[in-house]
């Protein structure tokens, strides 16, 4: 039987590409391809002259290539669509209260919560075991920080994971008598979670919810970093019906079974593809987990947590080297970066970078051809502690973007959800303005390092592309996918960068066929 061909002509003010700037009055896609853009009388004249061909008109908006998160947590995403968010709370009371109330109100059996912020909270300290479990004694419950890289969990979740033959690890915190807090960091969090997580089909259920509002605001392909191995099948047989293109970063334990299978990267489709592993060279700043080469300003004993040494991330990457895989690894701190980046010439592997948020004028001519994945909404949310954490001296070092491009580097933006919204136009904002609004240190100390907008969204679509290495992807002239996100505005005539942020996305299409 013959396969249905789906012609799809959309006229209206189309941005093709942003580097170099190209603008069509239409295109014309023939099962989800384009192929062919330029002037509208053009394009309707091939739509007229191709049976079934459907007009898609889009008068006074303007649109461009669908946004391409190039790394986020659709799982962690997902949770916290459907679990109890406290990035709001700004004490252990409102804490407390919001605890109460989703107990009262969803009666979960393992309560996960996310997004507290010990330094926004009057008491700014760790939430610890003692803060909840008068409130969660019969179920476990696992806090997370809004990092990611730290949460607590309470007395009846450690013994049901038994966490006190952990004892001594430096990731299980004890206070100064000696007892369990409650609070973990990095590796033994990461495993409690995966312990509480949500069964499959119910955990499918939040990525389809987390999947909905990323198409709702004009986002059509992410990175997935850590994949659990355990939703593999399920996303390979439901991303198409999701209609979210996914490249996947599975969690590096799975890199032996990747191995066994002998699977190589890119395995999928266009819909959802297996790219490789993330691993996790250091921490967070917040946390202090992140690995700096000098110490900490406001801990003068500490530089943060080396997960990996060289040889061992270089061993990792030489492994997924030999399958096709790519690596993702996770460095915030400059230190960090040091590791990663003798890993990746020790190895000859072409691995990914993500975030690189500390980066020393030493390293900028070692990124040369880098894929790197930054956050630009990292300026805005850090901006009440970064200083605090690096020092007048080192504040420079943070967040550099366009130093980064300009060392030759492949750079994609991202949100890094759910740590950051997932709000596209929030992280170009972000980029554009280094939260000059917000009042935010760096944009004084490093205002050269601002983006324009037509930079921002080439590296939010064509960068992230580059990213995530796939070709088909970032760009609307002829050979890409027609991958189409629609604005309330176009965002190269807005008058100041404040309005970037009342931008809203009013249609998302996915293959030319529409998602939202």
């Not at 259920?205 to 909905?212: E, F, I, K, L, T």
């Not at 324009?452 to 050979?479: F, M, N, Q, R």
Request: proline content about 5%.
């Amino acid at each position: 039987m013959a396969q249905e061909v789906k012609v799809r002509a959309f006229f209206g003010n189309l941005y093709l590409s942003y580097q170099p700037l190209l603008k069509a009055g239409a295109l014309l896609s023939v099962n989800g391809l384009v192929v062919m853009a330029g002037e509208s009388k053009a394009v309707e004249g091939a739509c007229k002259a191709l049976s079934g061909c459907e007009e898609v008109d889009l008068p006074g908006r303007a649109a461009g290539p669908g946004f391409i998160d190039s790394h986020l947590h659709l799982t962690g995403l997902g949770l916290q669509l459907n679990t109890l968010d406290l990035r709001s709370v700004r004490s252990i009371a409102e804490l407390r209260d919001k605890v109460r109330a989703f107990l009262q109100e969803r009666n979960p059996p393992v309560l996960i919560a996310r997004g507290w912020d010990h330094e926004r909270m009057a008491e700014r300290r760790f939430v610890t075991r003692f803060d909840v479990d008068d409130l969660v004694p019969d179920r476990p419950a696992v806090l997370v920080r809004i990092c990611g890289h730290v949460g607590t969990l309470n007395t009846y979740a450690m013994r049901q994971l038994g966490i006190d033959r952990l004892r001594g690890s430096p990731d299980v915190v004890v206070d100064e008598r000696g007892e369990l807090t409650g609070v973990m960091r990095e590796d033994v969090l990461l495993k409690a979670l995966r312990a509480l997580e949500p069964p499959p089909e119910q955990y499918m259920s939040y990525v389809a919810d987390a999947a909905r509002l990323l198409l709702s605001q004009g986002v059509t392909t992410v990175g997935f970093m850590n994949v659990p191995l355990r939703l593999l099948t399920g996303l390979l047989s439901e991303a198409r019906r999701m209609m979210l293109r996914m490249r996947l970063y599975l969690d590096v334990g799975a890199l032996g079974l990747l191995e066994g299978l002998g699977l190589e990267g890119g395995f999928g489709n266009e819909w959802v593809k297996v790219m490789g592993v993330k691993v996790f060279a250091d921490g967070s700043l917040g946390a202090r987990t992140a690995l700096l080469s000098e110490p900490y300003e406001d801990a003068p004993g500490e530089r943060g947590k080396q997960n990996l040494s060289v040889e061992e991330l270089s061993n990792i990457m030489s492994r997924a080297s030999r399958l096709g895989l790519d690596v993702a690894v996770h460095a915030i701190g400059d230190g960090a970066l040091d590791v990663f980046l003798a890993a990746r010439a020790a190895s000859g592997a072409d691995a990914r970078v993500e975030h690189a948020s500390v980066v020393r004028d030493d390293q900028l001519p070692r990124l040369r051809g880098v894929r790197v994945s930054v956050q630009p909404m990292f300026v805005i949310e850090d901006r009440g502690w970064l200083k605090g954490r690096l020092g007048a001296r080192r504040l420079g070092l943070a967040y550099r973007f366009r130093s980064i491009v300009a060392s030759g580097a492949i750079v994609g933006l991202s949100t890094d959800a759910p740590v950051e919204p997932t709000d596209p136009w929030l992280t170009v904002y972000a980029a554009v303005t280094r939260g000059q609004g917000e009042g935010c240190e760096l944009a004084k100390v490093t205002p050269e390092e601002r983006l324009t907008v037509p930079e921002a969204l080439h590296l939010y679509t064509a960068g992230s592309a580059a990213v995530l290495k796939d070709p088909l992807i970032g760009s609307l002239t002829p050979g890409h996918l027609a991958d189409v996100a629609v604005f309330s505005q176009d965002p190269l005539e807005v008058s100041e960068p404040a309005d970037l942020r009342t931008i809203r996305n009013v249609a998302t299409f996915v293959g030319g066929e529409r998602a939202f």
